[in-house]
């Protein structure tokens, strides 16, 4: 799908009290004496706002967030008037204006869903900080991307806050993941082994942000009746993710599987079913090993160091948590990351990583589990139409410093 979805949002939540005054007492009736009410405990819902139908509901308050700003590495033009460099400069303020005002909505989006606070809350308790960077999303239109060496979600602006809720959650667990958990493909990581982790974090991204949407559009169950509620972000999940979407709604008769870890767990395995994202993050990864290799070889011990550690199904299982619970270890406990369908690879990048092993580790690559089909439009798919992603490194950004380096997360 487009970087931006087709639609702009058409509405948005007005924060601001509606109409709470009482009717005027009907003065000829019957003298009937009803007493007031008591008043609704509706905990956190407290904040009055209209719905998508205009109808008044309470909201949560918007989860607090670390933002830094709107980045601008636009050097003024010295030929220009200093009437058009105002102008420009005019331009550019409003531009981050936009940017705080439609993160400060997605936020708050975010904040009514249950996963959404937790995500937001993991991730500005271990330190993530939000910023708009242009420069950092890149030429290839990717809509925000999660990098953990420098503890930052970064941003490109958007016009619509729904989605930038859904876009922000993933990056969120990305944080989340690699922060809290130490889950993450890396240099250290046998190429293989790192697709076979790259595969399993975005399960996870893309599962999460499934259930955003899902609580978002239902409600939290455990909210009062008159909460607030939002459609958008699951119609646009159901139009990018028809597969993962469908796997969660299927399992969801009734508000238990939406808090156990049932619909997150069936969007997770749906994951695997996607060839284009699968391919994806084949691509993703290697080009970014094969990009590293040749920089890190002169380092010591190199062998021992990087491309050479595997990583156990079991422990992969144990971090991989929703709300803080291990939730493929209770909804698929036979799951293992050990099989063709969550570690095996398309013959190209098969082909690839046998290159690798001749090129950079010389040894014989291993044996490698086939599974599915090469995409040959992937990357334009994902990148262009979908909000997928992940880790391409392009030139002349960051040079390698540390002996881990873990690739950035990206998102269009
Ligand atoms: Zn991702």
Redesign the pocket.
């Known amino acids: 799908m487009s970087r931006k979805p087709e639609k702009a949002t058409p509405y948005f939540m007005i924060v601001r009290p509606f109409n709470m005054v009482a009717p005027p007492t009907p003065v000829c009736e019957a003298p009937t004496f009803k007493p007031p009410s008591p008043p609704v405990d509706r905990g956190d819902w407290t904040i009055p706002v209209m719905d998508e139908n205009g109808a008044p509901a309470f909201a949560r308050p918007a989860v607090p967030v670390d933002f830094i700003g709107t980045i601008n590495v636009e050097k003024p033009d010295p030929f220009l008037s200093d009437a058009a460099k105002a102008k420009r400069q005019a331009h550019l303020d409003r531009e981050a204006e936009l940017n705080r005002d439609c993160l400060e909505k997605a936020v708050f989006i975010l904040s009514q869903s249950p996963t959404g606070r937790d995500v937001l809350e993991q991730m500005t308790k271990e330190g993530y900080r939000i910023v708009f960077d242009e420069r950092r999303t890149g030429d290839r239109g990717a809509g925000g991307l999660c990098d953990p060496s420098e503890k930052l979600i970064i941003l490109r602006g958007h016009d619509d806050p729904g989605y930038m809720a859904l876009l922000l959650g993933?990056e969120s667990v990305?944080a989340v993941q690699n922060t809290r958990h130490d889950l993450f493909p890396s240099t250290r990581h046998k190429p293989e082994v790192g697709i076979k982790m790259s595969f399993a974090i975005?399960a996870d991204?893309y599962a999460q942000q499934s259930q955003i949407a899902l609580e978002l559009a239902y409600g939290d169950p455990q909210g009062p009746k008159d909460q607030w509620k939002m459609q958008e972000p699951l119609l646009q999940m159901r139009e990018r993710f028809p597969d993962i979407i469908k796997a969660a709604e299927r399992v969801l008769i009734s508000d238990k599987q939406l808090q156990n870890g049932a619909t997150v767990a069936a969007a997770y395995e749906a994951f695997y079913d996607n060839f284009y994202l699968r391919t994806f993050y084949e691509d993703a990864h290697i080009d970014w090993a094969n990009q590293y290799a040749p920089k890190l070889k002169g380092s010591f011990p190199w062998l021992q160091r990087h491309f050479s550690k595997d990583t156990d199904s079991q422990w992969i299982k144990d971090r991989i948590q929703h709300r803080g619970r291990p939730y493929l270890n209770e909804h698929l406990p036979n799951m293992t990351f050990d099989d063709a369908r969550h570690s095996g690879l398309t013959d190209v990048t098969q082909k690839k990583i046998q290159r690798f092993y001749k090129n950079h580790v010389k040894g014989d690559a291993p044996e490698l589990k086939k599974y599915g089909v090469h995409m040959r439009d992937a990357a334009e798919l994902v990148l262009g139409l979908t909000t997928g992603?992940?880790a391409i490194f392009k030139p002349g950004d960051a040079p390698p410093k540390a002996s881990d380096r873990t690739p950035p997360?990206w998102?269009s």
Do not use: D, P, T, V
Request: hydrophobic letters at 25%; zero cysteines.
């Open positions: 993933h990305h975005e991204a992603i992940h997360r998102n």
